[in-house]
């Protein structure tokens, strides 16, 4: 059992380094400013608070939903994407 445990805090942890990793409320924080966009209007346009927008933006919120994303990405001209990559050992095998 604390084997299990063990492993959960440990996925849980590289769970939590990749989603910092990831760029997207940087990028989202990038184009809203190049679009003159302050945060109370990106808010009214996908219909949050503007506090909301605020912490996606710092990084304060780690489970953003995809839709809230979408919306965003959608409100300031842009699309998601999201790509999986598959683990390097699968890909070796491949030419």
Not at 17 to 38: A, C, F, H, W, Y
Not at 40 to 57: C, F, G, H, N, Y
Not at 75 to 88: D, F, M
Request: without cysteine; glycine residues 4%.
């Amino acid at each position: 059992m604390a084997r299990r445990e063990s492993h959960r805090e440990g996925l849980k942890e590289e769970v939590d380094e990749l989603v910092d990793e990831i760029p997207i409320q940087q990028n989202l924080v990038d184009l809203r400013v190049v679009l003159g966009l302050s945060q109370r209007e990106l808010a009214r346009r996908i219909d949050v608070s503007q506090p909301v927008i605020a912490r996606i933006e710092s990084r304060r919120i780690k489970n953003v939903t995809l839709e809230t994303l979408v919306r965003a990405a959608a409100a300031l001209g842009a699309r998601l994407k999201i790509e999986l990559e598959s683990p390097r050992f699968l890909s070796r095998g491949t030419a």
